[in-house]
């Protein structure tokens, strides 16, 4: 992990003060992403990736806060930039993506007030201007008829083009960082498709740094370039996304990917991890995978430092599964 | 749009028809006006004359035929007090409430969104809790009782305030009003706040839950992360979205002050429609409270129609559906 990538995340920690406690919705998260590169942030509902993604714009609503860590933007801290820079740098050089394409845009207001707004939140620019900006915006992500659907209103599209004018609208001040969190969730298979070979082509030709926050692996695995796999708040594996979905170092990357149907045979009785997600109040102590993981031990009491196991590839276990990468 | 108004005109005839027959019926039932209206010294004689004047000798359908007969070609009948048209006593009294009502409803307004933004954007603030406490109070202190500590307070303790009558008058293309001097505004504050309380509270509670809601949409968090200021993203994106609901309730009201002001012009002996119709009852002079009873439903009609144009120019969803029925 270099320092000079476009986003350096050294051990992220967001915090909730809820009334039954500390809640740790992200604790200790690291992880870079370079320009033009797609890191894939991958974990199960209630892992912290989402919390994580907000926290990074500084968008996470009370009783959260970023209890500590450090957010490098471009070598800028951004845990500890004031609202007003914060302010200046979201949707002008980092811009997000949201999963619901039909809650994020505002239902009573045209696309082009939405479009041309976030150009003019970040520098003086004339109506005529902004408009042919936004034009071409949406002519990038594929929508027919540009001119005219700009002067539509959000209930007029269905839930794939209103996600495409979303990711117009990230685009618009041409990002060098974009967070897309679970975009392509409430959307179908074919949409998604088309979604993700855009993301992917405008990540390449553009050079922008892109985090893809998903809960669906086949999803990474045809876009990402590298991985970062969190379980109850924590990074527990990272890597080069192809080794370490052909090669899983820890137990929960492993379970994870024996959860997706299409790799189980036909007939047989459907792989999962056991038991459930432990409630972020109360983690069992040492490795918080330790009581639905099959090769725990005594030695998983301890908390598992972050270890780089192979070059280029981390995982936080006691006990992995080097003999694969081995043989 | 032309159909919708087609719609909504026939819609509104029937109602208006209705809404005659009962009351017509209504007041008939409730007792005679001959009883109230000749003095018990008159002969029988005198007595008959004055039944068949005012068309009460013929039985209830046929009076009421007749009343429709002359209804429709715009004659409500004479008021059976002052024998002068029906119609003219309203509306000779209606812009005295409709000034007060609209004054009213603009206080309301005015003071109810900023205050319930507020109470909406921090709620846990030390003055978001104090304007729903207030609000509290709004809602249940009875008008009358706060119409009385109005006047004890700002007209006779302080006498800042005069507590009674509209006050000096301009005349606007023959309609008389008091908001262009300074002696009627004077004359106004007091009934028109009186009149406003209730209807504050509720602009208060509307736009703080509507505020509570709104902002914890996915919409809000995408304005913020493309970098909008807050004031915009409340003043334009909360909002436009909060007005809905606002809009909607406030017409609805507009109608209700302008009808149930009865109260307050009593109190502040303001020379509008609600102390007519009270009088009118008194004296069960059927005309004026039949008359009375059709403006104001003419005139909750309108303003729900009115009302329903604004709903379609705030939220765009139902501005299409109604372009295609």
């Known amino acids: ?327 | 749009m032309t159909v919708f108004l087609i719609r909504r005109l026939m819609q509104s005839v029937v109602v208006l028809f209705v809404m005659s027959l009962i009351v017509f019926v209504g007041v008939y039932a409730i007792g005679n006006p001959i009883d109230i209206l000749i003095s018990p010294e008159a002969d029988q004689m005198e007595r008959e004359r004055a039944i068949r004047a005012l068309g009460l000798d013929l039985p209830l359908w046929e009076q009421y035929a007749v009343f429709l007969q002359r209804a429709v070609l715009g004659d409500l009948g004479r008021s059976f007090a002052f024998s002068t048209p029906a119609l003219q006593l309203i509306v000779e009294r209606m812009p005295a409430t409709l000034e007060l009502a609209i004054a009213a409803m603009g206080i309301s307004i005015a003071i109810g969104i900023p205050l319930g933004m507020w109470a909406g954007f921090r709620p846990e603030s030390v003055a978001g809790r104090a304007i729903m406490a207030g609000s509290i109070l709004g809602f249940s202190l009875p008008t009358f009782w706060v119409g009385l500590m109005l006047i004890m307070v700002f007209a006779v303790h302080l006498g800042w305030l005069p507590s009674t009558g509209r006050g000096e008058t301009v005349e606007v293309f023959g309609i008389r009003l008091s908001i262009l001097t300074r002696d009627g505004i004077a004359h106004m504050i007091l009934p028109a706040f009186n009149l406003a309380l209730f209807k504050m509270a509720l602009v208060i509670r509307l736009t703080r839950a509507g505020m509570r809601e709104n902002l914890l949409m996915d919409y809000v968090k995408f304005a913020r992360a493309k970098g909008l200021s807050t004031g915009r993203v409340i003043f334009v994106h909360v909002m436009k979205n909060i007005m809905i609901p606002v809009v909607t309730i406030l017409g609805l009201e507009l109608g209700s002050v302008i009808a149930f002001a009865v109260v307050t012009e009593t109190i502040f002996a303001w020379p509008g429609m609600g102390k007519l119709i009270i009088d009118s009852i008194n004296q069960l002079d059927r005309p004026v409270i039949v008359a009375y009873l059709l403006v104001t439903v003419s005139m909750f009609i309108i303003i729900n129609l009115v009302v329903d144009i604004l709903y379609s120019v705030l939220d765009p969803r139902v501005r299409l559906k109604e372009m295609k029925s």
């Open chain 1, 1 to 327: 992990m270099t320092g000079s990538a476009t986003l350096v995340v050294e051990n992220l920690q967001t915090h909730f003060h809820t009334r039954a406690g500390v809640l740790k919705a992200v604790d200790g998260v690291s992880f870079a992403v370079d320009k033009g590169r797609i890191l894939g942030l991958v974990g199960e509902s209630g892992s912290g990736k989402s919390v994580t993604g907000f926290s990074l714009l500084g968008l996470v609503d009370p009783p959260g806060r970023i209890a500590g860590g450090r957010i490098l933007f471009k070598g800028e801290d951004l845990a500890t930039a004031s609202e007003e820079r914060l302010r200046a740098l979201r949707g002008d050089r980092i811009a997000m993506i949201f999963q619901d394409p039909m809650m994020t845009l505002n239902p009573v207001l045209r696309i082009d007030t939405q479009m041309i707004e976030a150009l003019q939140a970040h520098r003086k620019m004339d109506h005529r201007t902004a408009f042919a900006r936004a034009r071409d915006a949406l002519g990038q992500v594929g929508i027919p008829s540009p001119e005219e659907r700009l002067r539509s209103y959000p209930h007029q599209f269905s839930g794939g083009m209103r996600q495409r004018v979303a990711i117009a609208i990230a685009l618009l001040n041409e990002p060098d960082l974009i967070i897309a969190d679970e975009p392509t969730t409430a959307l179908d298979v074919t949409i998604q498709g088309q979604i993700l070979f855009e993301a992917q082509k405008l990540c390449r030709e553009v050079g922008t740094a892109l985090i893809w926050i998903t809960h669906d692996l086949s999803v990474v695995a045809g876009l990402a370039d590298d991985i970062c796999v969190m379980y109850a708040g924590r990074v527990v594996e990272s890597g080069p996304v192809d080794e370490v979905l052909e090669t899983p170092l820890h137990p929960y990357t492993r379970g994870l990917i024996g959860s997706v149907p299409s790799r189980n045979r036909r007939g047989r009785p459907l792989a999962q991890i056991p038991g459930m997600a432990p409630s972020p109040l109360n983690l069992p102590r040492g490795c918080s995978f330790r009581t639905r993981c099959p090769r725990a031990d005594a030695a998983c009491l301890e908390p598992p430092p972050m270890v780089e196991l192979v070059p280029g590839r981390f995982a936080r276990c006691v006990h992995p599964h080097l003999e694969t990468v081995a043989a």
